[in-house]
């Protein structure tokens, strides 16, 4: 999966390259809220545009059905993109997105030219990978690029079937550099090598745990999936999340990572209160056990040191998923002590996209991570060990 071709390793002067980014943008009022997705492309679209492309691009944006297409034009990342590059970025602005209109602004370009198609997801056949508008995307194009990291684990039109009718397929700069960062901190990390695993629930992140126990020499646990570890070794858990059903998956999980030799950390004390809400008053147990009629919502002071300590001791670290309920500050700072941990740590430190990410722009340490993932599905489902099939249908090196 890691070794394949990139813009740099043909020749696209003059070329019509299409090239799937990811603008799948945060909007309000037709303006863009976060812009981060758009400057990820950046370093892709400009060096076709100084190679001399013809730079088509595509993206989906949002999931827009027949009654509010209007909602998901990509009409204001056009608009924006042009301020960017400071060059016009035509947007032939079609329902069917490859259609007449398109197809003439293609003819007409001159090299270093860019365009935007309409989102790809006006299209129905684009999630369900659909033959027509495959063939329509590789019509108007001689190389594809895909360098959209984030949807690269869905085999839709824009992502794998347009690979099929194209000769040349190859990735962007941002899958290169996801492809570089994770790749080798799972094939090859330079040890000892810990990850952090939070977020609400067990069964998100079976095939992830069950993956990273082959691989790793310490595995942090936090977030509402503790509760479940804790109540399968017997603690009480109050009226904190748990799911009945992986209990036994959560035993196998421990003797496998005794017998691997895997530390597996789990939290020794907490912060409850008595319900889910950011104005609930917060309550610091003494220890692992949570009393009757509080639920857990964050790691506790004791649990969150030895964390950061063994996070401090690690070479190489991937952390997917929060502490605790990040979002009500009374319960973030679980959350905060292990990205302070890692922003000063001189670890290889890897964010695997989702709430993490979020969680650690909002807090400010974003530029002290060596990589902030820019796909949440699509990093999870890479720390799972399965192949993407956006990058399996690139050309290999």
Not at 42 to 51: Q, S
Not at 379 to 387: C, D, K, P, R
Request: glycine share 10%.
């Amino acid at each position: 999966m890691f070794n394949k071709k990139t813009i740099e390793d043909i020749e696209v002067k003059g070329k019509r390259v299409l090239v799937r980014v990811d603008f799948n943008v945060p909007l309000k009022e037709n303006v863009i809220t976060d812009e981060n997705r758009i400057m990820g492309a950046l370093p892709t679209i400009n060096y076709l545009i100084e190679k001399g492309a013809k730079v088509i691009l595509c993206s989906h944006l949002g999931k827009p059905k027949a009654d509010n297409l209007e909602k998901y034009t990509l009409a204001p990342v056009a608009k924006r993109l042009s301020e960017i590059l400071g060059k016009e970025v035509v947007f032939p602005a079609e329902l069917e997105v490859v259609g007449e209109k398109t197809r003439a602004a293609v003819a007409a370009m001159n090299e270093g030219d860019v365009i935007l198609l309409e989102n790809t997801r006006y299209r129905a056949e684009e999630t369900k990978n659909g033959e027509a508008f495959s063939k329509d995307l590789a019509s108007i194009a001689d190389i594809f690029v895909n360098d959209a990291f984030g949807s690269a684990h869905r085999a839709h039109s824009s992502t794998v079937g347009v690979a099929d009718y194209l000769d040349t397929a190859v990735c962007g700069y941002l899958i290169q550099k996801e492809l570089k960062f994770l790749g080798e901190a799972v094939e090859t990390p330079e040890r000892p090598f810990c990850a952090i695993l939070g977020g609400a629930k067990v069964s998100d992140k079976i095939k992830v745990i069950e993956n990273l126990l082959t691989k790793v020499d310490s595995l942090i646990i936090g977030g509402g999936m503790a509760y479940t570890f804790l109540k399968a070794q017997g603690h009480e858990i109050g009226k904190s999340l748990v799911e009945e059903d992986k209990l036994e998956y959560a035993l196998q999980m421990l003797e496998s990572a005794k017998a691997k030799g895997v530390e597996l950390l789990l939290p020794v004390d907490h912060l409850v209160a008595a319900e889910f809400s950011a104005d609930a008053e917060a309550i610091s147990t003494e220890g692992v056990e949570i009393p009757e009629g509080t639920m857990g919502l964050d790691i506790g002071a004791k649990t969150a040191a030895k964390y950061a300590e063994v996070a401090s001791n690690a070479k190489t670290i991937i952390w997917n998923g929060p502490m605790g309920v990040f979002e009500f500050e009374k319960f973030a700072g679980g959350t905060i002590a292990v990205a302070k941990a890692l922003a000063d740590s001189n670890a290889t430190t890897i964010i695997g996209g989702g709430d993490s990410a979020a969680a650690v722009n909002i807090l400010g340490f974003g530029d002290k991570m060596t990589h902030i993932s820019t796909g949440g599905g699509a990093s999870l489902e890479f720390l799972e060990g399965i192949a993407l099939p956006g990058i399996e249908a690139l050309n290999d090196k």
